[in-house]
């Protein structure tokens, strides 16, 4: 097989995106916890202490605020900074530094200063995470102005948005799903970026748009496989970047379907699906043949136990039969 186009993991994707960007360009350093334990992170970061040296990756305590604030300073000055978190629920402590400084900085000097910087944070679910340790919280980084906001859902993806992350002049939220780590793809070896901003069409289809974001892309493609079989041919729509959204291939889709489902693995009450859901509403109404599906999780945190968990998390089953009820009811 060739090795300019060959299988390879999720995280072992982002782990090669990092690599070529820190060897093309000096001033990429990585900042966080679980750097130097690359079991932590799921293998995103095997070598890169050995080959970069601790002066460009830097392991650090548990202080979330700290160390944005040292990743947003060192940005301001000129380095392309990277900042793991390695539960997205703990960006929390950080929202001053992210929300405040970072979003706000290129608006603030009428556009003459900026800061490069990636907050990088991962959603850990299943596993009996419980409720403080498994939430998808991109809803409240797509709300503020001056972040931009991604989540592959492919391989190939997470190293050509990674890659576009890092080289962007302003900040933006790269937040990926560890339920994808372990996924396969093919993934050119060659150095290539994914354009911020572009969604992706992964099935063709007429009767009913599906947007799935994230780690429920692979479900969504499952789930118009399966429905194929019925005579429902599903278009599903991979959004890869939740801000800025890519509103014309969502739209152009719905027009030609009539039919909307948006599947999301957070909670339905103020999230990306309801934002998806009200832009469609707005300017493709007229086209709709039923009323819009968002697929969420309930509002209500998440549970520890695994039995609850099961009844918790999105399914194929749950996806397949939404999906069944919009285009047959």
């Known amino acids: 097989m060739s090795l300019e186009n060959r299988p390879l993991t999720y995280s072992l994707a982002i782990n090669e995106a990092l690599k070529q960007m820190m060897e093309k360009d000096p001033s990429v350093i990585l900042i966080g916890q679980g750097v130097k334990s690359p079991w932590y ?3 995103t970061c095997k070598d890169l202490i050995e080959t970069f040296g601790q002066d460009r990756v830097i392991d650090t305590p548990v202080s979330e605020n700290g160390i944005t604030g040292v990743a947003v300073g060192a940005a301001v000055v000129g380095m392309k900074t990277i900042v793991v978190h390695p539960r997205v629920d703990f960006m929390m402590y950080a929202m001053d530094p992210i929300i405040n400084e970072a979003a706000n900085w290129h608006y603030m000097f009428g556009g003459k200063s900026s800061v490069p910087v990636v907050f990088w944070g991962i959603i850990n679910r299943h596993g009996e995470q419980a409720a403080q340790h498994s939430q998808a919280l991109q809803a409240l980084f797509a709300h503020i102005p001056g972040l931009k906001v991604v989540m592959p859902a ?15 002049p302003n900040p933006v939220v790269f937040i990926d799903d560890r339920d994808l780590y372990g996924m396969e793809d093919h993934v050119p070896q060659e150095y290539y970026s994914i ?3 572009k969604g992706e069409i992964r099935k063709q289809g007429i009767d009913i748009t599906v947007v799935a974001i994230s780690a ?4 969504a493609l499952e789930a118009g496989q399966t429905l ?4 429902i041919s599903c278009e599903v729509i991979d959004p890869r970047t939740l801000k800025p959204l890519d509103e014309d291939l969502i739209f152009s889709s719905v027009k030609k379907t009539g039919r909307l489902a948006v599947i999301e693995s957070a909670w339905k009450t103020g999230g990306v699906a309801g934002e998806i859901v009200a832009r469609v ?9 039923a009323p819009i599906q968002r697929i969420t999780l309930p509002d209500t945190p998440a549970p520890m136990s695994r039995t609850l968990e099961d009844a918790y998390y ?12 919009l285009t047959k009811g």
């Open 154 to 168: 492919t391989p190939y993806d997470a190293k050509g948005l990674m890659i576009a992350a890092i080289e962007d």
């Open 228 to 231: 194929e079989k019925e005579g």
């Open 314 to 325: 999105l399914k194929l089953k749950d996806i397949i039969e939404k999906i069944r009820s």
């Open 195 to 197: 354009p911020i901003g």
């Open 281 to 289: 509403a707005e300017e493709c109404f007229s086209f709709l043949k």
């Open 216 to 219: 429920m892309g692979p479900l």
């Open 41 to 43: 992170v799921g293998n």
